[in-house]
């Protein structure tokens, strides 16, 4: 009986990476929230730290031109604390797995450096002291917010007697030390300033400045409205279990532990006036935990009551039909990319044309790349080498590639700054200046419609004509076929809308290819 319960949890366990694959192999790429890290591991990756670490002046002279944050620096600086990791895990990988897009391996390798569950039923006498330690580290180095976080889950430990006051200081203190310690130390040398705390920065342009409200604001219950049903994602969760695991005597005490101070930190910081759900995410276990013994305590009490029976079979529906949810926005989520699509429709055509007309002179291509291309997937892990990173072999067979990202608005409304490019990927072609040819046309995902067996046939010839190749794939296209059949023609369709335009230079001596044509 113990080894079958062990075989389950291990199963169980085994869920969790393989679904974070599937989403990694189905929807790879990064938004501009990420950007910062996700470039920060291509450089240090493919560039190394030597230049930091050991300055010269020829190695400074392409520090610039090799690192992404020395020329696209941000409002305030970031860590390096988390990039630094994240490269020196995925290093052995991508020297094993080269024919692997190294963002992949990045992304897969992210889940290494995420603690794993411990299992049995010992308890955890040094809990709250490790916590407090972890937590003020992770908040000096990376996010300022959970200093709130830290102090509702401190004074709840005191009230409780979990802590002592001395215990906590000297926690708080090796945690501050730890903390201080790596980011200071690795971010000076990476932003060439010293002494840098960064997550200080962000916090006096954020809180104290109040900058953040560039960004947008919410109404103060988004995040008890909307931020965290998004979140927890099945309604039963709220609804049912959470209820059930407070009314009961035998899990309220644990329940009230767990999700308590987490919500007082919700409540605490919805005064904040520009709101993400990424603040709030760390509070998301503490309540599917709470929610599980809820749903535990109903589970096993099946045999005893209908009421029982009836709401297991809601709590099996809710999963099934959460996790089908869950799979259909994974495939909505692939077509929130456009500025990735454009970028390998882009290297395709390039190289097509350059394959059948190899006599060509042309060995480098210039691109620009508008700010919503480089918002939505546009990374360096992406990009081809440019031309100083291919050997010198007297031959034109390897084109090198210089890509742009200029936001200057002076320089962009300069017709000399255009002519220096061949390609552009750009939302609004009217901003482009010069003589330009659209060769093709990247989709996004722009919300949903239903489709009534009447207007199927009409609806499948529209979107499919205007695919592109890149916004409507085999698994989405099963899944409607299939669906259909169920519903007899009635289905709830995926809306696309042009969103990234790929476009040509045109010169006088090369006629132009349009829409998958010769040029």
Excluded at 211 to 223: A, F, I, N
Excluded at 302 to 326: D, T
């Amino acid at each position: 009986m113990v080894e079958q319960r062990e075989r389950e949890d291990a199963a169980i366990a085994a869920l969790i990476p393989a679904t974070i694959l599937l989403h990694l192999i189905y929807a790879p790429y990064t938004k501009v929230e990420e950007s910062f890290n996700i470039q920060a591991t291509h450089d240090i990756l493919n560039y190394g730290v030597k230049d930091f670490i050991f300055p010269s002046k020829a190695g400074s002279s392409q520090l610039k031109d090799h690192y992404d944050h020395l020329t696209f620096t941000g409002p305030v600086p970031r860590t390096f604390v988390g990039a630094l990791a994240l490269a020196g895990a995925s290093w052995p990988l991508t020297r094993i797995l080269r024919d692997v897009n190294q963002q992949l391996i990045v992304s897969i390798a992210l889940g290494k450096l995420l603690p794993t569950p411990r299992s049995g039923t010992r308890p955890q006498t040094n809990g709250p002291r490790q916590f407090i330690t972890i937590v003020t580290a992770t908040g000096i180095i990376f996010r300022s917010e959970l200093a709130l976080l830290l102090i509702h889950h401190t004074l709840f430990c005191l009230i409780n007697h979990r802590l002592t006051l001395r215990s906590t200081i000297t926690a708080g203190c090796i945690g501050a030390a730890i903390g201080l310690a790596l980011t200071v130390s690795i971010d000076s040398v990476f932003w060439r300033r010293f002494p840098l705390w960064p997550e200080l920065s962000a916090f006096s342009y954020n809180v104290i400045q109040s900058q953040s409200s560039k960004w947008g604001t919410s109404p103060w219950h988004s995040y008890f409205t909307s931020s965290l049903p998004r979140l927890l994602f099945d309604p039963l969760i709220y609804i049912l279990c959470l209820p059930v695991a407070f009314a009961q005597p035998a899990t309220r005490r644990q329940a009230i532990n767990l999700v308590l101070p987490n919500v007082a930190y919700v409540s605490l910081y919805s005064l904040q006036p520009h709101k993400e759900w990424r603040f709030v995410v760390y509070i998301i276990p503490s309540l599917l935990t709470a929610a599980a013994m809820g749903a535990h305590w109903i589970w096993i009490r099946q045999p005893r009551a209908l009421v029982y029976r009836i709401l297991s079979l809601a709590l099996v529906a809710s999963v099934i039909g959460s996790f089908a949810a869950s799979g259909s926005m994974l495939m909505i989520s692939r077509l929130n990319y456009p500025g990735a699509h454009a970028l390998n429709r882009l290297h395709e055509l390039v190289q097509l044309h350059h394959t059948k007309h190899s006599d060509e002179k042309q060995s480098v291509v210039r691109v620009h790349m508008d700010t919503l291309s480089c918002m939505t997937g546009v990374t360096r892990f992406l990009q081809h080498p440019s031309p100083d990173a291919l050997p010198n072999t007297g031959n034109n067979e390897t084109l090198g590639w210089i890509y742009d990202k200029t936001e200057d608005e002076e320089k962009l409304l300069d017709p000399l700054f255009w002519q220096q490019f061949d390609w552009a990927l750009a939302e609004r072609v009217e901003r482009i200046i010069g003589k330009w040819e659209v060769v093709d046309t990247v989709d996004a995902y722009s919300g949903l419609r239903i489709i009534r067996p009447d207007d199927a046939r009409e609806a499948d010839e529209a979107r499919y004509h205007d695919d592109g190749g890149e916004g409507r794939n085999a698994l989405l296209q099963g899944t409607e076929t299939w669906g259909r059949r169920l519903t007899r023609g009635w289905w709830v369709d995926v809306k696309l809308e042009p969103r990234i335009r790929i476009l040509k230079r045109q010169r006088l001596d090369v006629p132009v290819m349009v829409m998958g044509g010769d040029w």
